[in-house]
Antibody, heavy 117, light 112 residues
């Protein structure tokens, strides 16, 4: 059974940094792309970033480009999202989603990031 | 960036009745490989989204056959043939043909 578990969400001040993790199991992690998607409170879904299987190809939403970095450690079956220069508008639940057969085929429960002073 | 526009934004439906959601893209979603990467997801309150349909009309594993997708180019539709109570929630389309990938605003389906 595919499982992804996000962690690392917290309350952080504007301008601060945070690193999210997503631990994956139940599939061959190193063979598949992965994604981050976020959802601000009461709002819709926003795609954040995608990384391919070997980590060499990444893409970002314009709203996070230059501030967020997606990466992965295939030896640990873990996906990361390094978030710098955080803003109030980055407040959201951040979901990790797999790309096993197709894009966004399995999702974690999410981790909450709150950016506030 | 491609803008995805869903209509309606809210849809009250009665159990057993059909429902339909439209998703229109600001540009063609046909990829250079010939595929059209338009998906539909469903999110119940307090839950993560789950994939329903991919590449316009392909039902994901475990999705009931009352859900169907259709369309081409820039116009796409999700249909529920007979709504059940568990179908309540918000439906999103997303295009993964062109970066940056973009979601529609979401359509809230409320069971009357």
């Amino acid at each position: 059974e595919v499982q992804v578990l996000e962690s690392g969400g917290a309350l952080v001040q504007p301008g601060g940094s945070l690193r999210l993790s997503c631990a994956a199991s139940g599939f061959t992690f190193k063979s598949h792309g992965m994604n981050w998607v976020r959802q601000a409170p009461g709002k819709g879904l926003e795609w954040v970033s995608t990384i391919n299987d070997n980590g060499k190809n990444t893409h970002y939403a314009d709203s996070v480009k230059g501030r967020f970095t997606i990466s992965r450690d295939n030896s640990k079956n873990t996906l990361y999202l390094q978030m710098n220069s955080l803003r109030a508008e980055d407040t959201a639940i951040y979901y990790c989603a797999t790309w096993i057969q197709v894009h966004f085929d399995d999702w974690g429960q999410g981790t909450l990031v709150t950016v506030s002073s | 960036d491609i803008v995805m526009t869903q209509t309606p934004l809210s849809s009250p439906v009665t159990v057993g009745q059909p429902a339909s959601i439209s998703c229109r893209s600001s540009q063609s979603l046909v990829h250079s490989d010939g595929n059209t990467y338009l998906s539909w997801l469903h999110q119940r309150p307090g839950q993560p989204p789950r994939l329903l349909i991919y590449k316009i009309s392909n039902r994901f594993s475990g999705v009931p056959d009352r859900f169907s997708g259709s369309g081409a180019g820039t116009d796409f539709t999700l249909k529920i043939s007979r709504v059940e109570a568990e179908d309540a929630g918000t439906y999103y389309c997303i295009q993964v043909t062109h970066f940056p990938w973009t979601f529609g605003q979401g359509t809230r389906v409320e069971i009357e």
